[in-house]
């Protein structure tokens, strides 16, 4: 079975600049997760979702990210603009619903110059 | 809020060698425990889980953790390290009113051959 597909891995882009992450959840899971983790620190959750619905967004800094989950498969996580402080693992996870077990992609580690 | 506080930030062992690693988490409500661990390079992975049921919960690759409500602690143990457990390893609680994890900041083992 697939896990979770993450891309870029890697991304580095210069301050003021956007940028987008994309996350394919493992087949039939309804729950995706974005998680945020800076260095030295364990993963924060930025927005959860079930289906195409985000169903607890309160984390995520909505004056510069936004995501969606259109058709209640992928998911993209953007940032517009980027700032320093952006630099960090962006994560996205899935289960196959609330309170399942959530499964990792590798991450996009984003680096803010 | 929620927290899950990790005790070692950097631990040090050598093969055969016991470890524990703690974790204490604050809600006093009903919670999923979990460990994840992260080998280097790797994506997050699951260790071991607990919902319910007997406190003493076995894991993959000879990890176990015991459940202490009164202590509100959920520590991680395996009997002896080998070298290829050096990894983060990350402690989380899932809420049933969040309905996402909570991660602590994780501790780094170095199992020294």
């Known amino acids: 079975e697939a896990g979770v597909v993450q891309s870029p891995r890697y991304k580095i882009i210069e301050k003021k600049q956007p940028v987008a992450f994309w996350c394919n959840p493992i087949?039939?899971?309804?729950?995706l997760y974005w998680y945020l983790q800076n260095l030295g620190q364990g993963p924060e959750l930025l927005i959860r979702?079930?289906?195409?619905?985000?169903?607890?967004d309160s984390q995520l800094p909505k004056d510069r990210f936004s995501a969606e989950r259109l058709k209640g498969v992928d998911s993209t996580l953007k940032i517009q603009p980027a700032e320093l402080g952006d630099s960090a693992v962006y994560l996205c996870?899935?289960?196959?619903?609330?309170?399942?077990?959530?499964?990792f992609g590798p991450g996009t580690r984003l680096l803010v110059l | 809020a929620q927290s899950v506080s990790q005790h070692n930030h950097h631990v040090i062992l050598s093969e055969a060698a016991s470890l524990e690693l703690g974790c204490n988490y604050s809600?006093?409500?009903?919670?999923?425990l979990f460990w994840y661990v992260q080998y280097p390079g790797q994506h997050l992975q699951l260790l071991l889980k607990?919902?319910?049921?007997?406190?003493l919960v076995k894991g993959i690759k000879g990890f176990e953790a015991e459940f202490i409500k009164s202590k509100f602690s959920f520590n991680l143990r395996k009997p002896s390290v080998q070298w290829s457990d050096t990894a983060e390893y990350f402690c989380?609680?899932?809420?049933?009113?969040?309905?996402?994890?909570?991660f602590g900041s994780g501790t780094r083992l170095q199992v020294q051959p």
């Open positions: 996870a899935s289960s196959l619903s609330q309170m399942e077990t959530q499964y």
């Open positions: 087949s039939g899971h309804n729950t």
């Open positions: 979702y079930e289906n195409e619905e985000a169903v607890d």
């Open positions: 809600y006093g409500g009903t919670v999923n």
């Open positions: 607990y919902f319910s049921g007997d406190p």
């Open positions: 989380a609680t899932g809420d049933t009113g969040r309905r996402a994890l909570t």
